[in-house]
Structures are given as C-alpha cells and as structure tokens.
C-alpha cells in the first residue's frame, strides 16, 4: 500500500538555526499538506499546496516558513529561523484532489528547538 | 466556541464493552467529516470518513448529524488494540481542503 515518508523522523536544532524537513507524497497524490502536533496538544494546519503554489495557510504559518516541491517526488518544509516554540511533531499529508479526499499522513518528524 | 469539540476521556473498559464517543462542530459550512485514529506518538491515521446516512465498518459505526453539528462513533466489542485516541476531524468549509481536529478522545481498553 502506497505510503506517505518524511525524513528526517527526529531533528534537532539550535534555536536561529534553518531546517528542511522533507516528505515524500503518494505518488498519484495532487494536493499536500504540512501540520504540527506539539506535545499534549491537538494537531494543527499549517499549509496546503497544490500545482505548485501555496492554496491555504494558517496563521502559524508566517514568513518563517515555506514550502517547495523541488522535484516530481519530493515535498518540504522549511523554517528559517527556529524559536523555542517550533519544538512540535510535523506530518506531512497528501490527498488525491477533491475536497472530500482522504488525506493520508506520514509518520512525522520531531523537531526539537533547543 | 472551540471549533471541533471532543470529551477529553480517558474512557476505561474491558474488553468486549461498546463505547460510544461524541464531538460536535461549529462551521455549518463543513463538508468532510471523518474519525482519526492516534496511537502514541505516531501519525493520524484514518479510521473513517462520516456520511449523513450514517456508515458502518465491522466493529465501528458513525453517524452524522448536520443539523445538530454532532458526529458520534461507536465501537462494539472493544479489543485492547483499541486502545488509542480518537480524534474527530473536519475540514474548513465547502471549499477548504483545511482538515480541523479536535483534541482527541483517549481510549483504554483492559483485559
């Protein structure tokens, strides 16, 4: 059965410091999805994209983060400046097209801000 | 109002009860209703989607009541796989691919 992957499955970072976290969609999939979990609370919507350009964001997702999808394969996050706050589990999704598509998420990756 | 809204739990049962779990939503605007399951620390992953008639996959039944904004999940003869949270997702609106969760319902199923 066809999978979403991110890499890496934990980061950690210092605090100013730039990652790229990196997904993998299902390969037939045309719309993507990055959110955040942090630890003890409910998972968040940040952003989805779709033909190569942002479609819906949150307002979580501020000037410190963007999205790309550098290649046919890969889909990434990247924050520019990392805060405390950041710490947070990431999943990234995908979705065939419609509205009322599944989305189906991958195994996240942990971020740690230190 | 919070926009999706869970009962936090933990609900605690043997195995072989049937529990029921209730959410309620606050954009009559929502088209997509499904119910995730969260083991911890992992990725959600879907459980079900919700349809106005009401669907049924083996052990679990959900409903959806739209006027009302109120989602329900039953599961009948509990295993202690079931032992997770469930959490109760909507998207935005007719036009947002936005998936809103709540924050879960903790289930813990006892031999």
């Known amino acids: 059965e066809p999978e979403v992957t991110q890499t890496p499955s934990h980061q950690v970072t210092q605090m100013g410091q730039e990652v790229i976290l990196r997904c993998v969609p299902i390969?037939?999939?045309?719309?993507f999805y990055w959110y955040r979990q942090i630890l003890g609370q409910k998972v968040e919507f940040l952003v989805s994209?779709?033909?190569?350009?942002?479609?819906?964001k949150s307002e979580i997702f501020d000037d410190q983060f963007s999205v790309e999808r550098p290649d046919g394969s890969n889909f990434t996050l990247k924050i520019r400046s990392t805060k405390l706050e950041d710490s947070a589990m990431y999943f990234c999704?995908?979705?065939?097209?419609?509205?009322?598509?599944?989305?189906?998420f991958g195994p996240g990756t942990r971020l740690t801000v230190l | 109002r919070k926009e999706v809204e869970q009962d936090p739990g933990p609900f605690n049962v043997p195995e072989g009860a049937t529990v029921a779990f209730n959410c309620t939503y606050s954009?009559?605007?929502?088209?997509?209703f499904f119910w995730y399951r969260q083991d911890c620390r992992k990725e959600p992953k879907l459980l079900m989607s919700?349809?106005?008639s009401g669907n049924e996959d083996g052990r679990f039944t959900a409903q959806l009541n739209r006027a009302s904004q109120y989602i329900s999940l039953l599961i009948r003869d509990s295993k202690l796989s079931d032992s997770a949270t469930y959490l109760c997702?909507?998207?935005?609106?007719?036009?947002?691919?936005?998936?809103?969760f709540g924050s879960g319902t903790r289930l813990l199923v006892r031999p």
């Open positions: 999704a995908s979705s065939v097209f419609t509205v009322t598509d599944t989305q189906y």
């Open positions: 390969s037939n999939h045309l719309y």
């Open positions: 994209f779709y033909n190569n350009e942002i479609s819906e």
């Open positions: 954009n009559s605007a929502s088209q997509s």
């Open positions: 919700v349809y106005s």
């Open positions: 997702v909507v998207n935005g609106d007719d036009s947002s691919y936005k998936l809103i």
